[in-house]
């Protein structure tokens, strides 16, 4: 079963860093993917809207890989605001180096990129809240503290 560790870094030197790292491990560079908002984008017609079709289409892309919705868009945001994502692709053991060197990269937890996303207000009926753990959920994992997360699709 594939799996690929996908971290979103700051800009292009340090995602070129963790490149080199990963194929200095033995991950070919047809494993290894780097996507970063391009500078120019051609449009398709006059209703075109270039940026907001690439972000729709990450979207839908990272959904689809079992990215959650708003993880999704803390990347699309990442993106936008000059960041690079690299993807390595590999089995087992080998994708879970690939988040180990990613995160030795300084990989971004997307939980920060959007810290100040909006929450609804609590009502204290004397009950236990709900806890959610987002460190367990089907087809991804995270190592504690770190920004790189595992898919496995």
Do not use: C
Not at 96 to 113: C, L, S, Y
Not at 127 to 146: A, I, K, M, N
């Amino acid at each position: 079963m594939a799996k690929t560790a996908v971290g979103l870094f700051e800009n292009s030197e340090l995602a070129n860093d963790v490149v080199r790292d990963l194929e200095a491990t033995g991950f070919l560079r047809k494993d290894v993917r780097i996507l970063k908002e391009p500078l120019e984008m051609a449009g398709s017609g006059v209703m075109s809207t270039p940026h907001t079709d690439f972000e729709v289409e990450l979207t839908r892309d990272l959904t689809a890989f079992g990215v959650l919705e708003a993880d999704a868009e803390d990347y699309v945001q990442g993106v936008r605001r000059g960041g690079v994502m690299v993807f390595a692709t590999g089995a087992g053991d080998k994708a879970q180096a690939a988040t180990e060197i990613m995160n030795r990269h300084g990989a971004v937890e997307v939980e920060k990129i959007s810290a100040s996303r909006p929450e609804l207000p609590s009502a204290d009926h004397g009950e236990e809240p709900l806890v959610h753990d987002l460190s367990v959920q089907t087809g991804r994992s995270r190592s504690p503290g770190s920004g790189a997360r595992l898919f496995v699709w």
